[in-house]
């Protein structure tokens, strides 16, 4: 008699990791410690810069951090106002809930379900600081119309980049674009560190003041030992995260190009339902890092999301909800009655799809077959 073998577990994600990442990582924790302890941090800072096009780069703990240390270096504080899109993981809301500010949330566009721009501008009031643009799952905000209201009105605009490594806007790679721009290198993401993110930015005097704050408050160049001169942050990235990060940096174009491949195959296997679904979009003169292939079932379906994720969940697939609105999680702090219809209906017809780099076509094809079968 024979026993059915059972089924191969589809993770939603996790990291490439090869012989280059393990023999830095052991190199970093051999060697990297006194007088070498921060050589790979300044390797990868450079790495980041030259890949992104910009001046400067401050490696981090966190994309978080890396948010909350460049609204600080801005001045965003209590009564200041930052505006983003409803559809967001909450890591983005909260360095301005950190700074005592307030998050205002407003609704998204239906096709790259990033910042509304004409939401945006609707949303301005004389305490309004800065603009904040999340480019969600790689999709790209429309960051032309953003600037523009920007300039218009004399706001900030900031880009949160967690997700977008991999995505260009018209010739310009996400985070090289804003005042600032955040990233992340948590193990979901197309390159980790385990835990992680980058500052970036063009602006000088904005560089120092993260840099500053990034130290607990210590300028550069002052002469006097452990001489702060504010109270600032500790979010800096370890030697050894710096080292993986270095190995995956060498290997950045291998990385996109993965995600770009499992997106294709993605979009291959579900041709037959394409006038059912939407996809993560790649408009004209954009690139998309795809790093989280997404399905959103048309308004017009009847379509259960729980079920998908339970048919996935027996058959050994991981799936993962579309972002909650923000507004609807009812955190001290941030709004909780705001109008923002495609928000509160993206997510409730939406699932991401599995899409580490080693996934083959054959479990593609499984995650596939029970979309096809919903849709």
Known sequence: MSIETEKSRIYYTKPSI???????????????????????????????REHLGV??????????????????ALGIGPDDEVILGDINW???AAPIVHLGAKPILVDVLPDTWCLDPAAVEAAITPRTKAILAVHLYGNLCDMDTLSAIAQKHGLYLIEDAAEAIGSIWHGRRAGSMGVFGAFSFHGTKTITTGEGGVFVT??????????????????RGESRQFWPERVGFKYKMSN??????CAQMERIDELIAGKRAIFSMYQNALASVSDRIAMNPENVATQNGYWMPTVVFL???????????????????????????????NIEGIQCRVHTPRAHTLYQRAVNLPSYHNITSDEIERVANLIREFA
């Open 240 to 245: 050894v995260q710096a080292a993986i990060g």
């Open 202 to 219: 063009d602006d000088d005097a904005l560089y120092e003041r993260v840099l500053t704050l990034s130290n607990h408050g210590r300028a």
């Open 55 to 72: 001046q400067h780069a401050i490696a981090t703990s966190s994309g978080t951090g890396a948010l909350h240390m460049g609204m600080a």
């Open 90 to 92: 909450i890591a983005s």
């Open 299 to 329: 308004s017009n379906l009847t379509f259960d999301r729980d079920a998908l994720l339970l048919a996935f969940k027996e058959d050994r697939i991981d799936g993962r909800v579309f972002f909650w609105p923000i507004s609807d999680l």
């Open 18 to 48: 090869t012989d280059l990442e393990i023999h830095y990582a052991t190199d970093a924790a051999a060697n990297g410690w006194g007088e070498h302890c921060y050589e790979y941090i300044d390797r990868f800072e450079r790495l980041f």
